[in-house]
């Protein structure tokens, strides 16, 4: 699939998300899926991405896995830049800040993640570097 085509799909992908409440069809169909919107590093624009995610506890767990390609995405290098993103699940919008985990904390999130997305084993297997582990935490306003 070439770039093209992968900005494409994301494109068709956020507007059925946005139009169904957070609900897609195809490949992704009932997968949990969340939209991130990260401020351009370079550019300082806003970019949306539409990405599958876990939960700890309140926070929001991501991976920077590219599918396996030889770059990190650009929302990995967007965030990393300003990490104050938002995101979207379902018909709800947040602020959230955005944080790379190293450690035992990766270890014990990326073992985890491995029961429910099995496929990030094979994506590791394709790339020399460790997939960053993103955990987002909800802003939440004061009252």
């Known amino acids: 699939m070439s770039n093209e085509q992968r900005q494409q ?11 169904n409440g957070g609900a897609v069809g195809g490949q992704f169909a009932g997968m949990d899926l969340l939209l991130l919107t990260t401020t ?6 806003s970019y949306t991405w539409p990405l599958g995610y876990g939960r700890d506890g309140t926070r929001l767990v991501i991976f920077a896995a590219n599918g396996g390609r030889p770059n990190r995405p650009g929302w990995y290098h967007n965030l990393v830049a300003n990490p104050e993103v938002s995101v979207e699940i379902g018909a709800e919008s947040t602020a959230a800040v955005a944080e790379v985990v190293e ?4 270890k014990r999130l990326w073992d985890s993640a ?8 094979d994506f ?3 790339v020399p570097w460790e997939i960053p582990v993103v955990v987002l935490t909800p802003v ?3 009252n």
């Open 103 to 106: 450690g035992a904390e990766r």
């Open 124 to 126: 590791q297997s394709k």
């Open 114 to 121: 491995l029961q429910r997305f099995p496929f990030l084993v």
């Open 40 to 45: 351009g590093a370079k550019s300082g624009e």
């Open 140 to 142: 939440v306003a004061p």
């Open 9 to 19: 799909l994301n494109r068709d992908i956020i507007a059925d998300f946005r139009a």
